[in-house]
């Protein structure tokens, strides 16, 4: 069972807009959508808790090392 890193709430959300934002600008890159449905797109896969969305995939990621290290 996965446990959580223990960092600070603001931390947290901040980690989570950044990853949000950065997956939505890798997703618009050489793409025809343009940047806002692409954020729309992470934003609606990030709330589902979808693996497509960068920022839930960044985030399992950083778990799953955190869980390693331990």
Avoid: W
Wanted: proline content about 3%; some cysteine.
């Amino acid at each position: 069972m996965p446990r959580a890193v223990d960092v600070s709430p603001s931390r947290r959300l901040d980690m989570a807009l950044r990853n949000i934002c950065t997956g939505a600008t890798a997703a618009s890159f050489k793409n025809r959508k343009s940047i806002q449905d692409c954020l729309a797109d992470e934003i609606l896969r990030a709330s589902r808790g979808e693996m497509e969305s960068a920022a839930v995939a960044k985030k399992d990621e950083l778990e799953r090392i955190a869980m390693s290290a331990r």
